[in-house]
């Protein structure tokens, strides 16, 4: 009797530390900033720091990821809702391992859920949840009413700006209308393309002191990335700039910032509270 107790109390413990994978949306105001390199780059970095990464294309139509990494995904989301495949069945292993899931135009399908189709999903994605460290999900440029209600489900999101004012002031305001929705959402930002670490470190601190005066919002700064020629070149030979060139300074700075952000070093005392990504998409698309 004391055995199976302790067998079953084992069980509990093991299933609570059971670690479940963060989910982090990758999003910008304006488009073309960098969203699909950037969650590339930073999948297959977490990856070279042993985690376990599961990056998501969510961009409707052409999928971006398959372009980056010169590969055609066999299988999109499209195979899960409507013909029959498991989501393990429609993950590509990409490069540096790690694991790929296009969207395409069955995202449409993924967000007209309904009651049967939710609990199909919830199960699948349960599993993706206990597999994986980090979930990422490339989001496609701006928010839509359909996207809206995927940012409020995840975890935490990853805000991409450049220096430019245009692309800064659509960050501010995508941010402005997930926060009129949603309080409490961690909202990290990553500001790409830029000269010297002076712009970077300016163009994230206005951004942070914006959030802060006029929406009360927190929000940390989890790095810059050059701009580097070395990007458009890695495009164009569609490998990611990652293994083109591990030594280029755009590399080296998302490497830089996998890191210190696996290691959740920002400098800050920061608590990220946890959400529930199923519950979640039960709430914003189910209405329960
Ligand atoms: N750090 C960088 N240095 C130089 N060029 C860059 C950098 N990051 C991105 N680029 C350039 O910007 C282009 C667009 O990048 P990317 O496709 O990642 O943007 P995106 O935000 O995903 O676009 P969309 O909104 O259309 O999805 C790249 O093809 C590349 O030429
Ligand atoms: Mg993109």
Redesign the pocket.
């Known amino acids: 009797m004391k055995d199976q107790a302790e067998s079953l109390r084992r069980r509990l413990e093991a299933r609570q530390n059971q670690t479940m994978a963060r989910t982090i949306a990758i999003l910008?105001g304006k488009?073309?900033?960098?969203?699909?390199?950037?969650s590339l780059n930073f999948s297959i970095a977490l990856s070279k720091r042993e985690k376990r990464v599961l990056l998501f294309d969510m961009?409707i139509g052409m999928g971006?990821i398959d372009i980056l990494i010169g590969e055609h995904s066999p299988f999109s989301i499209i195979d899960f809702f409507e013909n029959g495949r498991s989501l393990e069945e429609i993950i590509t292993i990409g490069p540096g391992n790690i694991s790929i899931i296009t969207g395409g135009t069955g995202l449409m399908k993924l967000f007209s859920f309904d009651e049967v189709k939710y609990t199909r999903f919830n199960e699948a994605f349960c599993s993706l949840l206990a597999n994986y460290d980090y979930i990422l999900f490339?989001m496609?440029?701006g928010i839509t009413h359909d996207s809206m209600k995927f940012l409020l489900c995840v975890d935490e999101l990853f805000l991409?700006t450049t220096p430019e004012p245009t692309s800064i002031t659509d960050a501010y305001s995508a941010m402005k209308y997930i926060h009129s929705i949603k309080k409490e959402i961690p909202c990290f930002l990553v500001c790409?393309?830029v000269f010297s670490s002076k712009e970077g470190k300016e163009t994230i601190s206005r951004l942070q002191n914006a959030f802060m005066k006029f929406l009360d919002l927190d929000s940390v700064a989890l790095g810059y990335?050059?701009?580097?020629?070395t990007?458009?070149r890695a495009?164009s030979k569609q490998v990611p700039f990652l293994l083109f060139d591990s030594k280029a300074e755009?590399s080296q700075a998302i490497m830089y910032i996998a890191t210190r952000y696996a290691n959740h070093s920002f400098g800050e005392d920061l608590a990220l509270p946890k959400s529930n990504f199923l519950q979640n998409m039960k709430r914003y698309f189910l209405g329960k």
Request: glycine letters at 16%.
């Open positions: 910008s488009g073309g900033v960098g969203k699909s390199n950037f961009d971006n490339d496609g440029a991409i790409n393309r990335v050059p701009d580097d020629r990007v458009s495009v755009v």
